[in-house]
């Protein structure tokens, strides 16, 4: 059966599609030009002149030890983010499988984290976490651990990536759920027949089954990590304490809109539109190549 | 290879009991087939014996085994699942292999047992394809693989042929049996086709709403008729049910508006009312000018399904109880045509029309 609507007016198509045309040209393209334009230009510290520089400040980008830097922060971050995530959400999303009763209630429960602003999940870990008054940093003190993040830079990436993995767990639990759920029954109790341990049967099976949507959520969590999470890293370290989290997303903002430094800080937005790019094409192609089971 | 019994077996879900009380010991070797309506409890009795359902109460053995607490792997059972439940991610190789790895069996036993089930079954060829690029019946005879390289004690099968087509479906038949037979593994087939049934078991086990109505060899099952369930499921057409009264000397029974003589005679059970059952094919027409015509039952055909090999007459009787009977295929009969027939008195079979158990001589 042909799928496709067939227009018969020439215009009407375009009419159609004139509204989200207008909006991603606006919202989208325009800016991502201009941040482009801005990426070539160097302006003084007063904004009296402005030079045009070609690719200078990409060159100066890639030599500067705070840049790279940077990029090796997002690494740690966005692989961490990723990581716990899915390996929190996997977990939770196993139980919630075996358990058949009650899987609503988990359910509506997981979901919640994903509606709360990113700020705010950030404030609540903070909160938690809070050296002189958080509970667990209180807890941490008894079993004789010195919490301090706002000191200790390990610290302060660890309870970041905590606060942003919080926020995706939800998100990757509902897929891996929704994965475990479209898994023929009758495989699990073949494997339930041919294997004893329900680990082994968990990583033979139950898991290389899933792997379409691990890809997917992978991709997913790494976007998220890298350009969703400025408003925990904003209140909860601004990118300290010495540069320990400042994540190319923030420092694109800290480098520009505190340091004033509007031509690095346009590079550094075009260098993160690139990889969004190049992630969106691997999604893409990885998308329409999907394994097909059965 | 081992005896299965199954004894007492109930299995509620919530408050629908689904198993009531079945029980059934099936020899080393044999091959039992459990046969009854679409939701009776047949897959949910095999799903019992494998484990993967735990029962309200009763006891499964497997070789002397109770194997209740057991996990299912622990069972020392293969199963074969409708739908055939291949890993997709494997090949069919590692679809064999997956269940010995797991016992820790030593790599080259393993290859030697992948291989020599690989060439009865014919699969040598497909070892190292994914099951999605398999036929139905190549994925079959996978499912079959992974089940005989276990060398279990007991084969279950739930209805592993009603995805295939019906040509491919009685040559599968034919080697699941032959393979069962020669590997001599105890197995469980579960079944709502009475052809497959038929063919395949050493015994059957007729299933209905949970309860055991009767467990024989496929040719007693067609004979003797347990109840009247089993009268009607095992036959095709269906086996012809008429009101009757037994008469006075107990000798025969009054029915359609004919006395029909019995096998046994019924001494004492005067006046008491049964359901005679005739099966189509055991009602032979009398011929005109024999001694006693009026002891037949006279049908009028109503309507005629030509079947090639035999033809099916639907017709009333007299009193307007449908009565079909069958024909051979070369004796042409048509609507309106009238017969006077009568069954031998050993093929007539009688039931009790409350508890519908047969009535038998000697025992009731
Ligand atoms: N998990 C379950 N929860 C509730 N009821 C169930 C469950 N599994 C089976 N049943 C019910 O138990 C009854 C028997 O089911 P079962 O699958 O054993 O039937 P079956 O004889 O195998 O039928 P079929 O020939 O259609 O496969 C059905 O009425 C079914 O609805
Ligand atoms: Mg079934």
Redesign the pocket.
């Known amino acids: 059966m042909e799928k496709r609507v067939v227009f018969r007016h020439r215009w009407l198509p375009y009419a159609l599609l004139a509204p989200q045309l207008a909006i991603t040209l606006v919202f989208f393209i325009w800016p991502a030009a201009q941040a482009l334009w801005q990426s070539m230009l160097v302006q003084d510290a007063f904004g009296l002149s402005v030079r045009f520089v070609w690719f200078d400040n990409f060159t100066y980008l890639f030599g500067n030890r705070e840049y790279l830097h940077s990029i090796r922060v997002t690494a740690v971050f966005s692989l961490g983010v990723a990581l716990l995530g899915l390996v929190v959400a996997l977990l939770l999303a196993a139980m919630a499988d075996h358990a058949i009763r009650g899987a609503v209630v988990y359910k509506t429960l997981l979901i919640w984290p994903y509606a709360v602003a990113p700020a705010i999940a950030g404030v609540l870990w903070l909160f938690l976490f809070n050296p002189s008054v958080g509970i667990v940093a209180w807890w941490l003190q008894g079993i004789g651990i010195d919490w301090n993040h706002k000191i200790s830079g390990n610290q302060a990436m660890l309870l970041v990536i905590i606060a942003a993995a919080w926020k995706q767990v939800s998100y990757n639990f509902l897929f891996f759920l929704a994965g475990m759920q479209a898994i023929p029954r009758s495989l699990i109790e073949a494997a339930a027949i041919d294997c004893a341990g329900p680990g082994k049967r968990f990583f033979t099976i139950v898991f290389p089954l899933l792997s379409p949507t691990t890809f997917f959520l992978i991709v997913v969590n790494i976007v998220y990590a890298f350009f969703d999470t400025f408003g925990i890293i904003h209140a909860v370290t601004r990118g300290g304490p010495a540069q320990a989290t400042n994540i190319m997303v923030y420092k694109v903002f800290s480098d520009g809109f505190i340091g004033l430094n509007l031509g690095s800080s346009a590079a550094q937005s075009v260098v993160l539109m690139a990889i969004v790019v190049t992630l969106t094409v691997v999604q893409f192609r990885f998308v329409e190549r999907r394994v097909q089971y059965g | 290879m081992a005896e299965v019994v199954v004894s007492g077996i109930v299995k509620s ?2 408050k ?1 009991a ?1 198993l009531k009380e079945v029980s059934v010991a099936i020899a080393d070797g044999e091959m039992l087939v459990v046969l ?10 095999l ?1 019992i014996i494998a484990g993967l359902e735990t029962a309200s109460a009763g006891d499964v053995m497997i070789g002397g085994r109770r194997v209740n607490d057991l996990e299912p792997a622990e069972r020392d059972i293969a199963m074969v699942f409708q739908n055939y439940a291949l890993y997709p991610h494997m090949t069919v190789r590692q679809n064999m292999a997956y269940g010995l790895k797991n016992l820790g069996t030593a790599k080259a036993v393993i290859e030697k047992r992948v291989a020599e089930a690989a060439q009865i079954l014919g699969l040598a060829e497909l070892l190292d394809r994914k099951p999605r690029q398999l036929s139905g019946g190549q994925r079959q005879r996978v499912a079959m693989g992974r089940a005989i390289v276990r060398e279990p004690e007991a084969f279950l099968f ?2 592993p042929l009603s995805n295939l087509d019906a040509k491919l479906r009685v040559q599968m038949r034919h080697e699941i049996k032959q393979l069962q037979r020669r590997l001599g593994t105890t197995g469980i087939f ?1 079944t ?1 086709d009475q052809v497959e049934a038929m063919t395949l078991g050493d015994r059957l086990l007729v ?1 209905n709403q949970g309860v055991v109505e009767q467990v024989d060899t496929p040719i007693e099952v067609y004979a003797r008729p347990a109840s009247l369930f089993v009268a009607g499921f095992i036959g095709s057409p269906a086996m012809n049910v008429l009101d009757g009264t037994i008469d006075g000397d107990g000798t025969t029974v009054t029915c359609g508006g004919a006395r029909l003589r019995l096998e046994h005679e019924l001494p004492g059970e005067a006046g008491r009312e049964v359901r005679v059952g005739i099966r189509p094919e055991h009602l032979a027409p009398i011929a005109a000018g024999a001694p006693s015509p009026d002891a037949g039952l006279d049908v009028e055909v109503e309507w005629v399904e030509l079947l090639g090999a035999d033809t099916v007459a639907h017709g009333r009787l007299a009193d307007g109880q449908a009565l079909a009977l069958r024909r051979p295929g070369d004796r042409p009969v048509a609507a309106g045509e009238r017969f006077h027939l009568t069954p031998a008195p050993a093929h007539l079979h009688l039931f009790d029309p409350a508890t519908g158990r047969r009535i038998d001589k000697g025992r009731r």
């Open positions: 879900f919530g629908v689904v009854g309506p679409s939701g009776c409890g047949k897959s949910t009795l799903r739930d209805e579960v709502h299933l």
